[in-house]
């Protein structure tokens, strides 16, 4: 639990000063991300459970400091996920389950903070959408991966914020069209 909180703060305190510095979210959230996650990585050998555990830490990290700052909650998800996905390295499958997760990270680290849920479930599904050439997989795959992993965790957090999240990722978003593979029901 101390690394999680370890790395939340590091990862806060970097986009803050990223943010501040550059006034560049996207490319701040992006580039703070990656190199945090190539060094957690590097360190725990391979994604697995530690990978899993830091992807959460580095959203809430980013979404936290992307608040304090009153940065674009969107553009912070998006650059999030981005940013996972350059730092985690995966393609294919893998790379679907992390879209997936860190969209349900990007959620619920925005609930806590009582930001807008519909901008970051949009925010993450555009970089997923943005990161998917390199990465095996089609945009549409892409997209729905990170609507549904947005609609999951808007699921545990209550029935209107799974209404917010499901009516913003329904539909086209950044040009893709989004599918869903799973029936998807917000909580009564």
């Not at 549904?148 to 539909?171: F, K, L, W």
């Amino acid at each position: 639990m101390s690394t999680h909180k370890g790395i939340l703060a590091t990862v806060k305190d970097d986009v803050i000063n990223a943010i501040e510095g550059s006034g560049d979210v996207a490319m701040a959230v992006v580039d703070t991300v990656a190199s945090t996650l190539n060094t957690v990585i590097r360190d725990v050998g391979k994604v697995g459970s530690a990978g899993t555990q830091a992807i959460a830490s580095v959203a809430s990290g980013v979404i936290h400091g992307a608040s304090e700052v009153g940065s674009d909650l969107g553009t912070a998800a998006q650059g999030t996920v981005e940013g996972v996905l350059r730092g985690t390295r995966e393609t294919g499958k893998e790379a679907l389950r992390t879209i997936r997760h860190t969209a349900a990270s990007v959620i619920q680290s925005t609930a806590d903070v009582g930001g807008d849920l519909a901008l970051a479930a949009k925010g993450a599904v555009k970089g997923a959408v943005r990161a998917a050439q390199n990465l095996g997989i089609t945009d549409e795959e892409a997209a729905s991966a990170a609507a549904q992993g947005a609609i999951d965790a808007a699921n545990e957090i209550g029935t209107v914020a799974s209404q917010r999240v499901r009516n913003a990722v329904s539909g086209t978003i950044a040009g893709t069209r989004i599918v869903f593979k799973e029936n998807f029901r917000g909580t009564t």
